[in-house]
């Protein structure tokens, strides 16, 4: 079992920055690839992010490319995305999840879940 909190979600202007952070516990962190996904009301799932357990590989949606960078902390059980240049099309709840896939942009492939955390970008 592994647990996972996100944190760092908040109202930000169209233009400006955030950084969603999700701390993991239960079972070893580094044997997991971690993604980010996000859903806005209405909307289906997306993905948004992975990391690889060594994080030497990153994928993106091709919605968020060239503006968020998701990193991550084996040592802190840490995930990070970093969001830049955020447009009101952000507007979403953003959750971190953990696959036993080397990589993946599945939701369905991911086995555990944190609760979410609301990103809203203003006009």
């Known amino acids: 079992q592994v647990q996972l909190v996100e944190s760092g979600g908040g109202l930000v202007q169209a233009g400006g920055s955030l950084r969603l952070s999700c701390a993991a516990s239960?079972?070893?962190?580094?044997?997991?690839?971690m993604g980010w996904f996000r859903q806005a009301p209405g909307k289906e799932r997306e993905f948004v992010a992975v990391?690889?357990?060594?994080?030497?590989?990153?994928y993106y949606g091709d919605s968020v490319k060239g503006r968020f960078t998701i990193s991550r902390d084996n040592a802190k059980n840490m995930v990070y995305l970093l969001m830049n240049g955020l447009k009101p099309d952000d507007t979403a709840v953003y959750y971190c999840?953990?696959?036993?896939?080397?990589?993946?942009?599945?939701?369905?492939?991911?086995?555990?879940w944190g609760q979410g955390t609301q990103v809203t970008v203003s006009a």
């Open positions: 239960g079972r070893t962190f580094s044997n997991y690839a």
């Open positions: 990391i690889t357990r060594s994080a030497l590989t990153t």
């Open positions: 999840a953990a696959s036993t896939h080397w990589s993946s942009s599945i939701w369905k492939e991911y086995n555990y």
